[in-house]
């Protein structure tokens, strides 16, 4: 009876359950929205009641998850992975991992390769340094933020010679400094930078990045776009990016598990001439397996049934459309924080992130118990600050399909929690 009962818990409705365990004599009813669980003299029934209550919670209430990524998924989405295995070596993945691509190099802007990692976004920044340097390389490594240091963390573990100008947390590039860095040392081969920072919630002006390491020094450049390809505008050729990386559980509205890198004829001249160790991540042996319309290593199958769907409905909606979605959605969360009283952390809300808002947190209020709060009592889940930022910020995501409602809820529910825990700014 009880295997019976944990089954049903998965695999009915509310009212299922509340069927199945008045069976078992567990009583359970609805009262004012909450489910009651009547004292029950066996101990385990008990128990098996406390799971139902909590399920049933889940279920009336799901959590409304803001942070910047993973981020939540659309159900017909999720439910493409749910699909009977298939050869990763046949005709059927052969078809899915070409138009795949073909649709992800018309998302990137690029009429270079385009690779499938199955890697977290991390991985996809390792294998842009992998394949395009050396150790003994000098890179300047131009960061503003968490994320952005990354990127010095795994060059110089490769052995690359790595100059770090580090920005001020809420500042963007200075593109001055950028200069006469470059002009100062003629011998460094590439720029490393971070287009759209989540730690900050500050977006790189990338095409005016990029105009100055191509347009003016001819530089290799290589770009983290994990958090902005696919939400905010990248022009991969356009602009002259090398290389650049991306995952899958950002704005492609797909659970983590994928990354995607970008070459370009550049990357490749670079590659050939690199000499980094690298195996897993060498681009050479995802060129040759796709030519027999393979992956060179066993991949995420299911998650690519969910990213075969997700490429679907981005350019079924356009491109231009996905981004103006994502620039309304920054906007309205921005103007429903500071109607609240609060500030945006970046020092120029021009150069606020439209995937991610990062907002300064009072200093009368208790960070980690605002979030907390959140979450427990009002089933919001928001991203507390990262490294030097911890406690003096929360950062809401809204990455994908973000609707004003789910931000309203936010807003709505920090209108309630901020006075509880201190605030006495405007409200």
Not at 1 to 17: A, D, V, W, Y
Not at 241 to 265: H, N, R
Not at 291 to 299: A, M
Not at 387 to 412: C, K, N, P, W, Y
């Amino acid at each position: 009876m009880f295997l019976c009962i944990l089954i049903n818990i998965i695999k009915f409705s509310q009212t299922s359950i509340l069927n199945h365990f008045n069976f078992a004599g567990l009583n359970l009813h609805e009262n004012n929205m909450e489910c009651k669980v009547v004292n029950h003299p066996h101990p385990l029934l008990q128990s098996l009641g406390q799971i139902c209550l909590k399920a049933s919670n889940v279920w009336r209430n799901p959590v409304n998850l803001r942070i910047p990524g993973p981020i939540p998924v659309p159900d017909d989405i999720l439910k493409e992975m749910s699909g009977p295995m298939i050869n990763h070596r046949g005709t059927e993945y052969k078809e899915l991992l070409v138009n795949a691509t073909d649709r992800l190099k018309r998302i990137f802007e690029t009429q270079g390769d385009v690779w499938i990692l199955t890697a977290s976004g991390t991985g996809a920044m390792e294998a842009a340094i992998v394949n395009t340097l050396s150790p003994g390389d000098k890179v300047v490594n131009a960061t503003i933020g968490v994320f952005g240091n990354r990127f010095t963390d795994i060059a110089a573990i490769y052995g690359a010679e790595v100059i770090t100008l580090s920005f001020p947390f809420g500042e963007v590039i200075d593109l001055g400094t950028l200069r006469d860095t470059l002009n100062n040392d003629p011998e460094i081969k590439a720029v490393l930078v971070t287009h759209n920072e989540t730690s900050t919630g500050v977006t790189n002006d990338l095409q005016a990045v990029a105009e100055l390491v191509k347009g003016e020094f001819d530089k290799l450049l290589i770009v983290d776009g994990i958090s902005s390809v696919a939400s905010l505008p990248l022009s991969t050729d356009a602009w002259g990016c090398d290389v650049v990386a991306t995952a899958s559980q950002k704005g492609w509205m797909v659970p983590p598990g994928l990354a995607f890198i970008s070459m370009s004829e550049r990357a490749w001249e670079a590659h050939a001439e690199a000499t980094m160790p690298r195996f897993y991540f060498d681009a050479a042996m995802y060129k040759r397996y796709y030519e027999i319309g393979q992956p060179p290593y066993t991949p995420s199958v299911s998650t690519m049934f969910a990213l075969d769907l997700a490429l679907d409905k981005l350019l079924s909606e356009g491109m231009g459309s996905v981004f103006e979605r994502h620039a309304s959605i920054g906007q309205f969360t921005r103007d429903g924080a500071k109607s609240l009283g609060l500030s945006i952390f970046p020092k120029d809300e021009s150069t606020a992130s439209n995937t991610v808002t990062a907002i300064s947190i009072p200093e009368e209020v208790d960070g980690a118990k605002l979030l907390g709060m959140m979450r427990t009592e009002h089933n919001v889940v928001m991203s507390g600050g990262q490294a030097s930022l911890s406690g003096q910020i929360f950062r809401i995501g809204h990455m994908g399909m973000t609707t004003t409602e789910d931000i309203q809820e936010v807003i709505d529910a920090l209108k309630i929690v901020l006075p509880q825990v201190g605030f006495n700014g405007a409200g």
